[in-house]
């Protein structure tokens, strides 16, 4: 046999092998990639072993600079209120930092551990010749709480807004529905802000945190965290489902694993927060900023019921929506640039509020985000001021023009 048939022959059983694998593995589109490796949530060193249960050694360590020396740090963030770390083995004393925990989280161990809180990190001190020890942090019972939600931030001044408005409104977490990379600096400036918040952000992917003149999904997962997850608070059920890019087939990929067992799941809950970036439905006449592909609309769908969920929060479209489709209510949430102030002139965008009480479903409601029109000097809104030219956008100009000799054109910062 010739070598190039040989060859042909070789990567026609390649490929044949091949399909299976990527039917199984789930094929992402647009930017065609093989759905992302799992997180590892195991970390070991010569002298310390650890299981990580909802926090994940992130990569974030960069905007912690009071270690001078991190060398010798162990950096970690939670994904979920309520982090696990499982110690196997510790051969000396470790230093871990966790990130995104709530000031009002609690420490649980069976031995006492050193712990410092600075805002939303703890620094704790393992002690050497540990074997498994399990630290968990407990948020605290509570009557009633409340979360508040946005997407569509971007990840300059407007996104830092929409933190400190959910803080502001008593919110005990905040949910980011997606899309806080707009532009070339976002994705630092967004994991710095998430980092320094003053409240734990748990935070589902958006497509443009997914891809952007290409793939830059791994960053999401070196910097926040697994795309697909679902922790359990008191009696309510959060699931964060990833919608940033579709799936080939529809049911491939970690997501339909994370639906699957979810619809094995038999525990009674309160409620269920399905926390996503794009809508299965456009609400807007004529508009189909939703998933396109009426094949992975209809399996997600089915998924949905499949676990008992009859509500989704969602971003991707600017706007506030409170609408129902397929029997399933979506709350579109996705004014995180307040661009709607600009087009009305006033402040009419709109953050979402979840209140969870024990032994009742989830109510939803809006608050206003008043987002001061400053935040709007930034380049995110150019187009928008180069398009008009009223009373009210000329006052606009005038306000800015002092930022606007201040910004950065390329970086898009003050
Ligand atoms: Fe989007």
Redesign the pocket.
């Known amino acids: 046999m010739k070598r190039r048939t040989l060859l042909k022959a070789f990567a026609g059983i390649g490929c044949l092998a091949g399909i299976p694998y990527s039917l199984w593995r789930g094929v992402r589109y647009p930017r065609l990639s093989l759905e992302s490796q799992p997180l590892d949530y195991t970390l070991k060193t010569d002298d310390i072993a650890l299981e990580l249960i909802d926090c994940f050694a992130s990569n974030s360590h960069r905007f912690f600079s009071a270690y001078a020396d991190a060398s010798n740090i162990i950096f970690l963030r939670a994904f979920a209120p309520e982090p696990k770390i499982i110690v196997a083995r510790s051969d000396k004393t470790q230093t871990l930092v966790i990130n995104n925990i709530s000031t009002e989280a609690i420490l649980h161990s069976k031995i006492p551990i050193q712990e410092i809180t600075v805002g939303i990190t703890r620094v704790i001190e393992i002690p050497a010749q540990i074997e498994a020890l399990a630290i968990e942090w407990k948020f605290p019972e509570h009557e009633s709480y409340e979360f508040a939600t946005i997407g569509?931030t971007g990840g300059a001044e407007e996104l830092g807004w929409c933190i400190h408005r959910a803080h502001e409104l008593g919110a005990k977490f905040f949910i980011h529905l997606?899309?806080f990379n707009y532009q070339a600096s976002d994705y630092d400036t967004s994991v710095e802000q998430f980092v320094k918040a003053p409240l734990p952000c748990y935070i589902t992917i958006?497509?443009?945190d997914f891809h952007d003149n290409g793939l830059i999904v791994d960053k999401f997962l070196k910097d926040i965290g697994p795309l697909n997850h679902t922790f359990n608070l008191q009696a309510v059920r959060y699931i964060n489902v990833d919608t940033a890019a579709s799936f080939l087939p529809v049911s491939g990929g970690k997501r339909a694993d994370m639906m699957n067992a979810l619809s094995k799941d038999k525990q009674v809950y309160d409620d269920t927060v399905t926390f996503t970036?794009?809508p299965f439905y456009d609400p807007r006449p004529g508009e189909d900023h939703d998933f396109g592909n009426v094949f992975e609309k209809k399996w997600f769908v089915k998924s949905l019921k499949q676990s008992n969920i009859d509500t989704i929060l969602a971003?991707?479209i600017h706007n506030f929506f409170d609408t129902e489709s397929e029997g399933i209510r979506i709350l579109i949430a996705g004014q995180g640039l307040g661009h709607e102030d600009l087009i009305h002139k006033r402040q009419v965008a709109k953050m979402l509020v979840g209140r969870v009480s024990r032994g009742q479903k989830v109510v939803y409601r809006t608050e206003d985000l008043s987002m001061p029109f400053e935040m709007h000097c930034h380049p995110h809104a150019s187009k928008w001021r180069s398009d008009n030219d009223d009373t009210f956008a000329q006052k606009m100009n005038q306000m800015c023009a002092p930022i606007d000799a201040r910004i950065d054109i390329k970086s898009g910062k003050y």
């Open positions: 569509d997606g899309d958006g497509n443009h970036h794009r971003g991707h």
